[in-house]
């Protein structure tokens, strides 16, 4: 199984400041990881997928890096909406995993 | 796209509950599907997957021989039967394509 390890578990940032969440994986996975944004009582909303590509709707704030194993989500000029749980997960084998989660939150 | 997932609930450890998942909005027999669940503050972990050209299914290992996945394609709806079921399988259900997941349904499983 592909373990992903995200780092950090949280960050405390204000709005419209700029954080960098990053995932590794434990091998190598090509470009094959999406990033998931998921509120309290909600389902998770895609992001990222191909490592880099935006999802429907999400805006140019959110900005997704990487190949291999390792690979970082940036989100520019945070706003209020943000703040949330992101969960990176590889899809190169048909199983897919997540990592255990970076809670973002209001400072 | 609209997935709503059905059948969640209460039930007793070595219990059974099968799932639904109605969608509409797309092409219901042309994607792979897939059921993901998230137990209470814990990461989403994948349960299970039917690949659409083939009808393949993947399992977790963790439910290999006591869940299975099928579809309708005729009525655009998605199934778990999930057999054996131990306190571990507790968790919201979701019901997912590639790009999009339902809201969930709670499968609580308890004495």
């Known amino acids: 199984e592909i373990l992903m390890t995200q780092s950090p578990a949280t960050l405390s940032v204000s709005p419209g400041e700029t954080v960098t969440l990053s995932c590794r994986a434990s091998?190598?996975?090509?470009?094959?990881v999406a990033w998931y944004q998921q509120k309290p009582g909600q389902a998770p909303r895609l992001v990222i997928h191909?490592?880099?590509t935006r999802a429907t709707g999400i805006p140019a704030r959110f900005r997704g890096s990487g190949s291999g194993t390792e690979f970082t989500l940036t989100i520019s000029s945070l706003q209020s909406d943000d703040f949330a749980v992101y969960y990176c997960?590889?899809?190169?084998?048909?199983?897919?995993?997540f990592g255990q989660g970076t809670r973002l939150d209001i400072k | 796209v609209q997935l709503v997932e059905s059948g969640g609930g209460l039930v007793q450890p070595g219990g059974s509950l099968r799932l639904s998942c109605l969608a509409s909005g797309f092409s219901f027999s042309k994607y792979s599907l897939s059921w993901v669940r998230q137990a209470p503050g814990q990461r989403p972990q994948y349960v299970a997957g039917?690949?659409?050209?083939?009808?393949?299914?993947l399992y977790a290992e963790s439910v290999k021989g006591r869940f299975t996945i099928s579809r309708d394609n005729a009525k655009n709806t998605l199934y778990l039967q999930m057999n054996s079921l131990t306190t571990e399988d507790t968790a919201v259900y979701y019901c997912?394509?590639?790009?999009?997941w339902g809201q969930g349904t709670l499968v609580a499983v308890s004495p």
């Open positions: 191909g490592a880099s």
């Open positions: 997912a394509l590639s790009d999009f």
């Open positions: 091998q190598t996975i090509r470009n094959n």
């Open positions: 039917i690949i659409t050209n083939t009808s393949r299914t």
């Open positions: 997960q590889q899809y190169n084998k048909w199983t897919y995993t």
